[in-house]
């Protein structure tokens, strides 16, 4: 698997961090794409380059990091086809996979500890999408149906 992460200036060495351990744990490729500086970065121009490399195939799934994982991860969703779980408990990162088929998780650094994140990064990556009668939903979500 293929896996995009991207962050802004807030969360530089714990993205490294994050990065480090997917690519030792589950020997997937992981590609990123930013910031890698201390210097102020916008966090919806790093939500939105990593949901678009989720959105064209050139990865596919995409975690983004920011302080709050809030903005980053409001910028992704806003690229069609993306699905992004803003998340800071294990439950939701599960859920989003069974029931929303989740293409990218978010969270924030300055709101959970490093041994939570890589929790949640654990039960988002490992979970599979149920299907079934959620399918009809996601359709829903991928075409901005309501009704
Ligand atoms: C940056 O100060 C902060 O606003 C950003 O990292 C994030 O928390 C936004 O949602």
Redesign the pocket.
């Given at each position: 698997m293929r896996i995009g992460i991207g962050n802004?200036h807030?969360a530089v060495e714990y993205k490294q961090t994050i990065k480090q351990y997917i690519e030792k744990e589950y020997g997937y490729e992981v590609i990123d794409f930013g910031t890698n500086s201390s210097e102020r970065f916008d966090?919806p121009i790093a939500g939105k380059v990593v949901a678009n490399a989720v959105a064209s195939g050139e990865v596919e799934r995409g975690i983004v990091i920011?302080?709050?994982g809030?903005?980053?991860g409001i910028a992704a969703n806003k690229v069609n086809g993306i699905r992004c779980v803003i998340c800071s408990e294990p439950y939701s990162a599960r859920m989003s996979r069974q029931h929303n088929d989740a293409n990218m998780l978010s969270f924030?650094a300055?709101v959970i500890g490093l041994e939570l994140a890589k929790m949640l990064v654990d039960v988002w990556l490992t979970t599979e999408y149920e299907g079934g009668r959620h399918a009809k939903r996601v359709q829903m979500l991928n075409e901005g149906t309501t009704s």
């Open positions: 802004d807030v966090y920011c302080g709050t809030v903005g980053i924030g300055r």
